[in-house]
């Protein structure tokens, strides 16, 4: 079964946009696990737009489910916060501090020697470590390489072109090729960015051994209309359905 974890950034951005504590960015993750969610993902920034270190701390104490940190490594103060909230995922992802939002995955041929290290002592921290990628099957096997236990497939083409699920095959073709590689090498497959109720069953349909898919822009734009509960409910319910296309 593929796994939901809820990206609380914008419960968190909200908040902050206002000052003072409401929403609660602790009490929403909570109630997302209630509501079926496996897991809560945060992506705190350099200038804590969202997210902020404490609200990690936080999360990590009172989660019942799994926690995943996103960020760049690069940053000593990430990987400081990592290393002491020891959340079951690391995420890394080659943002720059004033980045908006993920545009593209890893260089890993570029940026192997200098991710090594910092991968090595995620490890051995009793983390496992995921890294973003662009679809290329020969991101998946630098992947390996580098010895990470999960990659991270970066959704946005997929879900920008996106117009429905009988057009969605060739789309598709790069992620599919790119995620049996990476489970040929003995890693989990993760997706993520710009996923919804729309694209997130063709996805799943023809990815079904995909690990984890982590969504929150879209998730919590939906709960305005349709309510967290159901919304976390819908998301989940899409996950659950076994169905496939075109295994082999």
Known sequence: MTRLSVNINKIA????SRGGKIPDPVA???????????G????????????RFNDVRALQSCLHTELNIEGNPYDPNFMDLVLEVKPHQATLVPDEP????????WNLEKHANRLTPLILQLQEAGIRVSIFIDPEEIHAQRAAQLGVDAIELYTEAYA???????????????????????ADLGLLVNAGHDLNLANLGTLHQHIPWLHEVSIGHALVADALYLGLENTVRLYSRILHNTSTVGQT
């Open 13 to 16: 951005l909200l908040r902050n």
């Open 160 to 182: 920008k072109h996106y117009v429905g699920s009988i057009h969605a095959s060739q789309l598709l073709i790069p992620y599919v090729e790119t995620a049996r590689a990476a």
């Open 40 to 51: 809560i993902t945060v992506h705190p920034r350099p200038d804590a737009r969202h997210i």
């Open 28 to 38: 929403v993750a909570l109630d997302c696990e209630r509501f079926g969610a496996d």
């Open 98 to 105: 004033a980045q908006i939002t993920s545009d593209h995955g």
